[in-house]
Structure formats: structure tokens, C-alpha cells
């Protein structure tokens, strides 16, 4: 395991990025849950100043979207574009922006493909045709933006589920660990994941420098589907529902959940928070029927607030910010009722 980590020393350790739901969007989220599950073992690994200081949950509705695809917008809401979209996919989220700016990955499930097999895609920010570079969910960015992390989930084609390393290009694949979801701290020397042991997700922190894991979340939740770092690297938020409870957005410590534990928010949320360049966090929430991108301070007891007029009911999903804060990139898969 060490060794595996250690081909590429300098860019894993600067990787970085690092409820009552309705049924089309419980539907997301078991996707989302069974394309990264991992073997119930415990892992041995194996700004805009109107968003500064905040943290977003993804929750949006932008009015006269009706493809489905990649798209950004301004951090306010305004000016969404589609920027990207794979052809014949039933499926498309989790896009992430390079450190530099000037790409995004995403995934995209093809139809025809089981959900095990959806792929990573990697397309301009300016827009464009996607490059498809193989099996995987989760992409990330390394800090130098030149390799990707991801997760293989179990059941897919590839030999080995897990957390993956590969280069930019799409070469170069290597496993990295047992989970998924990863999400790396800012100064990249660890890596937040989730993993299942005994029928709960758990979430871990890897070590880097030290080769070691960490249980991070004490309590048991049945799923986790996605965390985030705080800016400063002292805390992790992540989105789960606990066993017969609905979904909501809690905080811990990055050190552990018994030093700090609240759960900020009880709501129709929806999976992978992403953390601002401030302090506020991305994430997407159910309302009036339709998910919205919303951002919410962790800090305060203010409810999310809604970014832009999102008037139009479309499944908005999945946002993260760009590296200066001023844009967000997100999915949109329009709804089925629509």
C-alpha cells in the first residue's frame, strides 16, 4: 500500500478538493450509493464576497435548462451555460474544476452500461467534447491538476475496487486503497473516504506522510454519500442519513467526531457537499419538488440560502466551485416529470 502511494509522492500528497426524499432523487442517491459501495471491511489502506466565509450545499434550479449535461453559472445564480454533455448518457454528475481553471472532470453513466461501468470525462472549461479516460466515480483533481483520484466501485469491470491514481491523460491507472468518495485536505497530505464495515459507513482519514487510517466518524450512519474539508483543514462535512432518519449535512473534527460533532441541517439533501473557497459549503436540497443549489453557513443556525431564482423544476445537481470562487460548475439531468 505504502509503496503504491509513494510512486507519485509529490502529487498524491498535494491532491486536494479536494431525509424525506422524493423518489427521482432517492434514485440519484442509490446510484450514487451503489456505484461507490465498498466490502464491509475496515480499511487499512490500502470569492465573491457574498459567498466568503460560508459553507454551500448543492440546491439548484436554473430556469431554461432543458439538456441534460455539465453546466456552470456565476456564484450568485446567474449566467448558466451548458458547457458539456456525453452522448447517450443516462447519468451525469460530480463535475469538478482543475486548480488552474481550465478543465473539469466529471462522470457520465452511458446507456446500456451497468451503473458500475460509468466513466470519467474530462473536458475544457471553455467547453467542448468530453475525453473519456476509463472506469471510475468521484474524479478529483491532484493539486498540480496533473493526475486524477477516483473511485472503482465494486462490481465494475476493473479488477480492483477502491480508490484509484491516474494521470490526466487517463494513463497510468493505479489502486490506491480500500473506499470511496475521497476527498483531499488542502494542504493534500490526507485523504477523507468512505467506507462500509458492518452494514454502516463510516469516515476515514488516510494519512499520507504516516500510512495510517483513521475512523473520523464515530457515529453510525447507513450511507454517507460524499465529504468535503473545511478550508483549514480542522473540520469535515459530510451528507448521510442515519439508520430510519432522514438525510442531513453534519460536522466534525478532523481529528475525530467525538472532539466535535453538529449536525448543521435536516432536509431533502441531496449527496457530495463541497466546501468554498470561504467558508461556506455547496450542496443541493429538494424544493418545491426539485433540487436547488443553496449555500449555507455551518457556523450559525441561518437556514441555506438559495442561489439565483432557480424557477424552472430541473434536477440541478452535484455543484462545485471554481478555484476563484466566482463560478460553479454543476449537472443538470432534467426532471422526469418534465
Partial sequence: MTK??????????????????????????????????????????????????????????????????????????????????????????????????????F????????????????????????????????????????????????????????????????????????????????DGSRIAFVNAVEGNDKVFVYDLLTAETETVLKEDYLHVFGCAWSPDAKQICFVGNRRNNPVELAVIDAAGSDKFYKVRLTDNIGRDPNWAPGSRILLWMVVDGAPRLHAIDPASDEMPTVLGSQAVPQQNIDASWSPDGKRIVFSCNPNPGS
Fill in 107 to 186: 462522470e457520465a453513466w452511458r446507456n446500456g452500461v451497468k451503473g458500475a461501468d460509468t466513466k470519467v470525462f474530462v473536458v475544457s472549461a471553455n467547453g467542448g467534447e468530453p475525453k473519456e479516460l476509463g472506469i471510475g466515480k468521484s474524479p478529483t483533481w491532484s493539486a498540480d491538476d496533473k493526475q486524477i483520484v477516483f473511485a472503482v466501485p465494486r462490481g465494475s469491470s476493473e479488477t480492483k475496487n477502491g480508490t484509484w491514481i491516474m494521470n490526466a491523460d487517463g494513463t497510468g491507472r493505479q489502486w490506491l486503497f480500500a473506499g470511496g468518495r475521497p476527498a483531499c485536505s488542502p
Fill in 4 to 105: 503504491t502511494i509513494q510512486i507519485r509522492p509529490i502529487a498524491v500528497r498535494q491532491i486536494r478538493r479536494c431525509r424525506v426524499i422524493t423518489i427521482a432523487l432517492l434514485a440519484l442517491l442509490l446510484h450514487a450509493r451503489a456505484g461507490n459501495a465498498q466490502p464491509a471491511a475496515a480499511p487499512t489502506p490500502a470569492p465573491p464576497p457574498a459567498i466568503n466565509g460560508q459553507l454551500v450545499i448543492q440546491n439548484a434550479d436554473i430556469s431554461l435548462l432543458a439538456d441534460a449535461g455539465i453546466y456552470t453559472m456565476n456564484a450568485d445564480g446567474t449566467q448558466p451555460r451548458k458547457l458539456a454533455g456525453v452522448k447517450e448518457a443516462q447519468w451525469q454528475g460530480w463535475p469538478q474544476w482543475s486548480h488552474d481553471g481550465k478543465q473539469i472532470v
